[in-house]
């Protein structure tokens, strides 16, 4: 067998050739760079997806999270599980899906009650407005307040004037101490300077039954729960808490536009996902979301339970989440309700 011999000639790489090695390895070193999720983003998703839900089953939380599962999974191609995760007032769902791998396959269906309770829970293993980062706002509607017959008041300026006039005898129910209904009525309290007494039951149909029966004088509600008493005569419907009057109560007036500029506090349900989750993902999942609850049938279910679909971006609702969680760990502290 004759020697090959290996020349100078031999060892000299092409430069076109060398550049295109060099280009290739920068490519791999740079994937090798990125995160895995970043990676998975543009076939995201590619299996099914949890979205959790602090509450039993068959509750409104977990039914607006049925029609976020369905009409979201029909877009995004893949099945969408509701995983009830009841307890501790829906903090540990929460901490579920804050402490999840940033990827997009563990999603919380989130409520403004959830807002609450980092003021009324001292250990917590998550920080709500750290940890989570709004996807897309599915729903909101307003709380409404009612007055008992007798009460002779028919707007919130003759409300708020009686209140002035006689200073700590008229009271208002609420299902809780620390509840979004409560932190409504403090937050009336705070904005005029009066001293409408708050008086806690057991629950928020104890707190209607309170007030039709004149116990209690007045109570922040859910609209779908107040609205039948107000129709059938039992209770007066004062005003509504949202910024804007409903649409279907067009001579309703709001707290806002009733002396009280700025008044704000709604019911909301959305859905977020741990902080680090990808811009893609979270891009994906919110024109989805916007899309499936803007449907007939979507419009239809919200309707009936007297609550909106409003398309929102990913920033404007983490925004929102932040705002009330701020808004209410102020309300609390300044009501002396201490963590336990």
């Known amino acids: 067998m004759s020697k090959i011999e290996i020349t100078e000639e031999h060892c000299r790489i092409d430069p076109a050739r060398r550049r295109a090695v060099?280009?290739?390895a920068a490519l791999a070193a740079a994937a090798c760079a990125l995160p895995l999720q970043a990676l998975?983003?543009?076939?995201?998703?590619d299996r099914p997806i949890r979205l959790y839900v602090g509450y039993s089953?068959?509750?409104?939380?977990?039914?607006?999270?049925?029609?976020?599962?369905?009409?979201?999974?029909?877009?995004?191609?893949?099945?969408?599980?509701v995983m009830n995760m009841p307890g501790a007032t829906g903090s540990i769902a929460v901490e579920r899906v804050a402490t999840s791998p940033p990827d997009g396959y563990n999603l919380l269906l989130v409520s403004s009650a959830d807002t609450v309770v980092p003021a009324l829970r001292a250990k917590l293993n998550y920080d709500f407005q750290r940890d989570l980062l709004g996807v897309a706002q599915a729903a909101d509607g307003p709380m409404a307040?009612?007055?008992?017959?007798?009460?002779?008041v028919h707007s919130v300026g003759e409300l708020i004037a009686l209140a002035r006039k006689e200073p700590g005898k008229l009271n208002f129910g609420s299902p809780g101490v620390g509840n979004s209904l409560h932190l409504a009525g403090a937050q009336l309290n705070a904005m005029t300077g009066v001293d409408i007494v708050h008086v806690p039951f057991k629950g928020g149909a104890e707190s209607m039954t309170a007030t039709v029966a004149g116990d209690v004088q007045m109570c922040f509600q859910m609209l779908a729960t107040a609205l039948p008493f107000a129709n059938a005569g039992k209770l007066r419907l004062l005003a509504v808490t949202s910024a804007q009057r409903v649409p279907s109560l067009p001579n309703v007036p709001t707290l806002a536009e009733s002396g009280l500029p700025g008044f704000d506090r709604s019911v909301w349900f959305g859905v977020a996902a741990p902080k680090?989750?990808?811009?893609?993902?979270?891009d994906k999942l919110n024109a989805a979301i916007n899309k499936g609850m803007?449907?007939?049938?979507?419009?239809a279910f919200l309707t009936g339970q007297?609550?909106?679909?409003?398309?929102?971006?990913?920033a404007q609702f983490t925004a929102l989440m932040r705002r009330d969680a701020t808004q209410s760990g102020k309300l609390i502290a300044g009501l002396g309700i201490k963590p336990e």
């Open 276 to 282: 680090g989750t990808p811009a893609a993902v979270i």
């Open 22 to 24: 060099a280009a290739m």
């Open 40 to 45: 998975a983003a543009p076939s995201f998703p």
């Open 294 to 299: 803007s449907t007939p049938e979507s419009k």
């Open 145 to 152: 307040l009612v007055v008992n017959n007798d009460l002779p």
């Open 57 to 81: 089953a068959g509750g409104g939380t977990d039914q607006v999270a049925r029609l976020v599962a369905q009409k979201t999974s029909e877009l995004v191609g893949q099945q969408i599980i």
């Open 306 to 314: 007297n609550l909106e679909h409003h398309n929102t971006t990913a």
